[in-house]
């Protein structure tokens, strides 16, 4: 008699095993692609959301920002109106630009041009005499220099449209970034007659340039802030904004001027998301962001409950298939059982039916096999006893030919 020997099986070798194992993975990934997509789908949607808003937000700051650069613009009219300036006299304008100046903080300083673009007068905030006094004289169209091109231009745009506009670009003064507003100054008598050129500075890096944002309200984790070309920070406004915050870096070296476009930075190493777009009157950008903690707290808390869905359908595809696996478990072992009594020759052993699938058909199946066998095996130790006990008497049975 042979005997059977088997190589000791791993955990995945087992049939339970392996319907447990597929009921867990079914249960499993239907559930993990549902959810990358919900993520997925969400996340884009919170994006959007954002953007959208803060769009919204961008046009009003920019419009805002257009608006007080023309309301700057009314009130430098307004000033070049007045018979003071009219006159071209030295200290009669320098006298109305500092009374300009106590009511209008927002400006830095003003200069006074003849057509020539020779310097008649100049005014500062800080009233220096000797600041004020050695730009008298200075002939602007003159010289080579890039730094006053701006200026050049812009002087030469006012002789010739007579209506006041902004420097293309802004200006370093004495270490600080100005932008500059050009207006013509008319003749008194003579009403349609350009006499002068006057030119004021703004200071784009003082508590000056938030005064052009403060009146712009922002969300409470929103940020709004205004930088130059290369992100050098002009003005910032938001209750999660750091102090002090001087410069950002931004991705977009290509950055258009005629368009809006989504942006992502660090701050003190804190992620925002938002777009950028340009402050064409003030030759910079314009930033709108969130920090994307706080633009994905929804989607987190979401995270947290897709997790315990997932461990809920670990747990349900866990003993479901379980219970499936150890059913069929059952019946292959009583099946595989029987089979091994049957290789010892134990024909007297019957496999156990239950049910009616498959399962229950080969048991039946192997059951008939061995009632066969045990059929075979009584008429061949009869014809032993018979041919035994003639075999004893010398009587054998006669042979058929046939």
Known sequence: MQKTTGKTKSWSD??????????????????????????????TDLIKQALSSQKTFSYAVTSGVDALIESFKKQLEMLAGLPEIQSMEKDRQVEAMHDFFSFNPVFYSIIIYDTDSYVKSAAYRNREEHQQNKYIGRHLLSGKSEVNLPAKEAFKAVLKSKKPLVADSTMMVQGERMLLIFLPIFDFVASNKIIGVLSCAINLEGPEMNQLISGFKVSENEIMLLTDLSGKVMAGKGNVLPEGL???????????????TPVDFEINQNRYIGIISPAKALNGYLLAAKPSDIIFDFLHSMLLDLFIILFVA???????????????ADKINSLLEGIRKVSAGIISHRVEIKGADELSDAGDALNKMIDSLEKHRMIDESWNEIWKSANNKGELPEQNDE
């Open 246 to 260: 001087k410069q950002i870096k931004t991705v977009h070296k290509d950055f258009s001027f005629s368009e809006i």
């Open 314 to 328: 670990v747990v349900i595809s866990v003993g479901f298939g379980y219970v499936i696996s150890k059913h069929l």
């Open 14 to 43: 087992k049939f339970g095993n392996k319907i447990m194992a597929a009921a867990v993975v079914s249960a499993i990934i239907p559930v993990l692609l549902l959810g990358f997509l919900v993520v997925h789908k969400l996340r």
